[in-house]
């Protein structure tokens, strides 16, 4: 079956640091591939996303490259704010579907320090 | 505007008692879902909604029961509530199965 494996957090940056979340996936087909974000009390938002090999998807100056060779969709910021703190779920829609259509990681928390 | 909303935001309440979280969207999407959400962030589906009808409805205790009147809601009954239903529960919708996901602001749950 799919499923979605991120770095264990937390993780604690200072503002202005280079951040990079792991996700790797495993998944039959040709899968798409989706960053959500979760802000402190709220729901999730969707971040980003890539529908094939190659694609980047890129939004509020996160970026990630969906990376078909190493089964990877890993997230990153050049330089991370205070606001950017979160929980980030990384996620993927198989083309033969989830049990729910969609699979999400179990989350990283991450936290930027002024 | 709201696209998913849910009511109420917070619910604390004794063991024993049967509760419901109500949600609704006003995107126009066909598929409806609930989400349990743990201590330690970790997101589940519980159920999924495809123009009213239960299409998903994954290892989750026969005490919660999902109801959809309309395409636009999606309600959830617990009855007999426990101290392991304590979370946060987030209603979601997308146009279809699949579909990436507009989540409501969720609802947190705490039993007593």
Redesign the interface.
Known sequence: GNSVTQMEGPVTLSEEAFLTINCTYTATGYPSL?W?V?YP??????LL?ATKADDKGSNKGFEATYRKETTSFHLEKGSVQVSDSA?Y?CAL??TR??????T?G??T?LIIQP | DTA?SQTPKYLVTQMGNDKSIKCEQNLGHDTM?WYKQDS????K?MF?YNNKELI?N?TVPNRFSPKSPDKAHLNLHINSLELGDSAVY?C?S?Q???????????TRLTVL
């Open positions: 989706f959500y979760q009390g709220e729901g999730l938002q969707l996303k929980v779920f829609r198989g579907g989830g049990a729910d259509g969609l999400f179990k989350g928390h | 998913v879902y330690k962030k970790f997101l589906i999924s998903i994954e987030f979601a997308s279809d199965l699949g579909g990436y996901r507009f989540f409501g602001p969720g």
